[in-house]
């Protein structure tokens, strides 16, 4: 009779989970850096005054918001090779990511320049600023702080998204919690263990999101 | 294309799995969502307790992760579930975390006035609930829902990792039989958008009917 939570097998699997816990966060780090910068091109496409270009851009937001990460990530796993793009599996992980996610960044990117009112552009034009100073000076100070609770809210999701990537071989926690279950035939303590991980990553993401809402809050308010 | 229209059968099949799910765990995830909603506007405070530790426990692990656990653990634990319960139920739970979310903040959007005039006539807390509360508040969640509901068909292509016939299994497995994987993606891709409009007009179609011969209509 074998207990069913076997604390020694816990503690020998450890040091793999942890090693994909590793890969999950760069996986995290670098898809939400990757949605910033993404989002960014996918708003500016959707805003271009060209109307076929701005037609592109929110078809474009619109794909991608309502079809599963997980075809991404096989669009992007089996069709980049084909185009001659051979990447790491992490690298297309983090691309998949961020695509999937920029596309809700950019609609947050829209509602942060809308919230800004119509009497602070007519200030600038009147003040003659540069459209670099523009927005350094008055349009981003004022469109980040109502942005920082989206975000963070893309980059918990985000964190809770990239289990995907173990379906196409990225060796984080899924992963690895999956392939120790495979190797002993025992599943409760990896899957078990990797729940858990995500519990307590996905609680202090979402505390320091909370921290940096109330810093920002209290500046910008 | 003419791949395609070979394998036009499993693309069916592997959609009538997609939408089977999607009802099955949407009609769970609304029960769990309204029942969880409402014990955390509860006045009792086990019930706020218990509530928020399943949504808090549910939003803060993947849908992934809750999946595979259902399939792997459960069985262990002496709890044999077919895949299709197992799918089930791990969506379901998921998406009723969110939803209870949306129907808590929801239900304290009901305004103050409204609960004093339900108090005025002597309503119990059912009754409260069942005729002033619940209508109000179920128009607001209706586009709410419809996002969730977007999301939940988007999450369905998960089961496909714990081995259900789905569109993306069925995507997946003619990709290996054929070599050709653009175009296999490409059709999956759409068919996914199509189902994903068609929810969501569905969605458009009930908050009308709800908030029928209301003239204030659907509040900011």
């Known amino acids: 009779m074998t207990e069913i939570f076997s604390w020694p097998f816990a503690a020998e699997i450890l040091p793999a989970l942890l090693r994909g816990a590793v890969v999950t966060f760069i996986a995290t780090i670098g898809g939400f850096f990757a949605s910033l910068i993404i989002g960014a091109v996918l708003l500016a496409l959707g805003r271009s005054k060209q109307t076929a270009i701005a037609w592109l851009g929110r078809g474009l937001v619109e794909l991608l918001r309502s079809t599963p990460l997980l075809i991404q990530v096989y669009v992007l796993f089996f069709v980049l090779p084909d185009a001659g793009i051979v990447l790491e599996p992490v690298t297309t992980g983090i691309l998949a990511l961020g695509l999937y996610h920029g596309a809700y960044v950019a609609e947050a990117y829209r509602a942060g320049l809308d919230s800004i009112p119509r009497g602070q552009w007519d200030a600038i034009e009147s003040l003659r600023f540069s459209r670099f100073a523009a927005y350094r000076y008055l349009i981003l100070p004022q469109a980040i702080a109502p942005l920082v609770p989206s975000l963070g809210n893309t980059f918990i999701t985000m964190l809770k998204d990239t289990p995907i990537l173990a379906a196409i071989t990225v060796p984080e926690l899924m992963f690895a919690a999956n392939d120790a279950g495979s190797q002993s035939f025992r599943y409760v303590e990896p899957m078990t263990m990797a729940a858990i991980a995500y519990l307590v990553m996905s609680l202090i993401a979402a505390f320091a999101v909370f921290l940096l809402r109330q810093r920002l809050g209290t500046r910008y308010a | ?220």
């Not at chain 2, 849908?63 to 799918?87: E, H, M, R, S």
């Not at chain 2, 969730?148 to 990792?161: G, H, R, W, Y």
């Not at chain 2, 996914?192 to 009308?208: C, G, N, P, Q, T």
């Open chain 2, 1 to 220: 294309m003419a791949l395609i229209w070979e394998y036009r059968f499993d693309f069916l099949a592997g959609v009538w799995w997609t939408v089977k799910l999607s009802v099955l765990s949407a009609l769970l995830a609304l029960v769990l969502a309204i029942v969880a909603g409402v014990a955390r506007s509860s006045k009792l405070r086990v019930l706020r307790i218990a509530s928020g530790v399943y949504v808090e426990f549910f939003r803060g692990t993947s849908a992934l992760v809750q999946l595979f656990w259902l399939f792997y653990v459960l069985p262990y634990l002496g709890i044999d579930l077919t895949p299709l319960q197992c799918a089930t139920l791990g969506l379901g739970l998921c998406f009723g975390a969110y939803g209870a979310e949306v129907v808590r903040s929801c239900i304290q959007a009901v305004p103050q006035g409204q609960l004093d005039a339900a108090a005025a006539l002597n309503f119990s807390y059912f009754q409260t609930l069942r005729i002033v509360i619940l209508p109000e508040a179920l128009i607001m969640m209706m586009p709410l829902f419809s996002n969730l509901l977007i999301e939940l068909i988007k999450a369905t292509s998960l089961v496909s990792l714990i081995t259900i016939p789905d569109l993306t299994f069925q995507a997946k497995s003619i990709i290996t039989k054929t070599y050709s994987s653009g175009n296999v993606l490409l059709v999956t891709l759409a068919i996914y958008l199509v189902i994903s409009l068609i929810a969501a007009s569905f969605m458009r179609r009930m908050e009308k009917v709800l908030s029928r011969g209301r003239q204030t209509g659907q509040p900011a």
